[in-house]
């Protein structure tokens, strides 16, 4: 069997799910400490063996599951580092081929944010702390796809990819 222990993509913030079991996370009594090498028990006064049910719809375990398999690529492996306008060229290039900027980069927003909308529910971009008022012209996402010179969360540029 095995004793449990804390894993790395399960502290990825926005995992909802145990990717290689498929399950809801749990929450714990334990707290993160700046002790690298603390061990504690996962034993039913830290953390019971009950299977939670899983709240969430089909829809919203996929996306997350997808969200997790992409943070843990980012974590496990090495990328040679990207400056802030290749990312936005980057962006802009696949807006382009979906039809959502025009040949010269100008960002069809509303396009944008009606199909970012469509993909993701508003149940699931609230659990990611990204929820989007379309009527408000600084929500995140208008935000996010300018190019404005200033960094933004890897949570959201793991959403928009």
Not at 57 to 70: A, V, W
Not at 74 to 88: A, E, G, Q, R, V
Not at 123 to 128: F, G, I, R, S, T
Request: aromatic share 12%.
């Amino acid at each position: 069997m095995g004793e449990s222990y804390w894993r790395t993509n399960h502290q990825i913030v926005g995992a909802f799910y145990c990717i290689k079991h498929g399950v809801v996370l749990k929450d714990s009594k334990v707290l993160k400490t700046d002790n690298k090498a603390e061990f504690l028990c996962a034993d039913e006064e830290v953390c019971n063996a009950l299977i939670e049910s899983d709240p969430y719809s089909k829809h919203i375990k996929e996306l997350n599951l997808q969200y997790i398999y992409h943070a843990e690529k980012l974590i496990n492996n090495t990328f040679p580092k990207k400056d802030l306008h290749y990312i936005n060229s980057f962006y802009i290039d696949r807006l382009r081929e979906k039809g959502l900027a025009s040949k010269n980069g100008s960002l069809y927003i509303l396009e944008i944010q009606e199909q970012f909308l469509e993909h993701f529910p508003e149940q699931y971009l609230k659990m990611m702390q990204s929820t989007i008022d379309p009527e408000k012209p600084s929500n995140w996402l208008r935000l996010f796809v300018r190019n404005n010179g200033k960094n933004r969360s890897p949570l959201r540029h793991l959403l928009f990819m």
